[in-house]
């Protein structure tokens, strides 16, 4: 079992839409879970980070953390074309700086 | 202002060449890293480097070798090319985000570099 699963879609969804873009993971050590935006052919930025199960909300943008469940999502409001781009989590140990992505799900939102 | 650059931005050569990719950052971050994008878009870690120590090694080939002459300059020099070193390679540097116990190190990315082996 790959230690972060990521289904990579393509998902396309028109804009204004609620989108949600999930992963699971294999190593319960991992403490902090980060969500890098990458557009085409640009390097991965970080979007957000959650420490720990829990919610964080940034503008139109919540990041979703089970640790019960190995599960990681990330939900964006009233998406926007300008959302378009892969969207990673990379989960990470407590004191490693070893980040571990998933493969990215490819997200379109049409105008 | 660039904060992490990598030069060049494409790089285009023949099978056995070597090549050598640069990496700078003007964050003042301490850790530098180097990543590869396959063509299945999978980012995985190369090697990581702190002040000039390394300090991850994933399982790579010896044709790679990481150089960090400086805590600002990282660059990664290919020996003997083949056709599977083809990917787009990011450098990264990282800083600590947050306080206590929620902070964590968190990695900027440079703008990649193409690499294509004929």
Redesign the interface.
Same mark, same amino acid.
């Given at each position: 079992q790959k230690e972060v699963e990521q289904d990579?879609g393509p998902l396309s969804v028109p804009e204004g839409a609620i989108v949600s873009l999930n992963c699971t993971y294999s190593n319960s050590a991992f403490?902090?879970f980060?969500w890098y935006r990458q557009y085409s052919?640009?390097?991965?930025? !970080?979007l957000m980070?959650t420490?720990s199960s829990g919610n964080k909300e940034d503008g139109r943008f919540t990041a979703q953390v089970d640790k019960s469940s190995k599960y990681i999502s990330l939900f964006i409001r009233d998406s926007q074309p300008s959302d378009s781009a892969?969207y990673?989590c990379a989960p990470?140990n407590?004191g490693s700086?070893? !980040?571990v992505?998933g493969?990215?799900t490819k997200l379109t939102v049409n105008p | 202002d660039t904060a992490?650059s990598q030069t060049p931005k494409y790089l285009v050569t023949q099978m056995g060449n070597d090549k050598s990719i640069k990496c700078e950052q003007n964050l003042g971050h301490d850790?530098m890293?180097w990543y590869k994008q396959d063509s299945?878009?999978?980012?995985?870690?190369m090697f990581?480097y702190?002040n000039k120590e390394l300090?991850?090694n994933e399982t790579v080939p010896n044709r790679f070798s990481p150089k960090s002459p400086d805590k600002a300059h990282l660059n990664l020099h290919i020996n003997s090319l083949e056709l599977g070193d083809s990917a787009v390679y990011?450098c990264?540097s990282?800083q600590r985000?947050?306080h206590g116990?929620?902070s964590?190190?968190?990695?900027?990315?440079?703008?990649?570099t193409r690499l294509t082996v004929l």
């Open positions: 990579p403490q902090y980060m052919r640009k390097g991965p930025e !970080l980070y420490y892969t990673l990470l407590g700086e070893k !980040l992505f493969k990215g | 992490v850790t890293y299945k878009k999978f980012l995985k870690i990581s702190n300090i991850i990011f990264a990282s985000l947050g116990q929620t964590t190190d968190t990695q900027y990315f440079g703008p990649g």
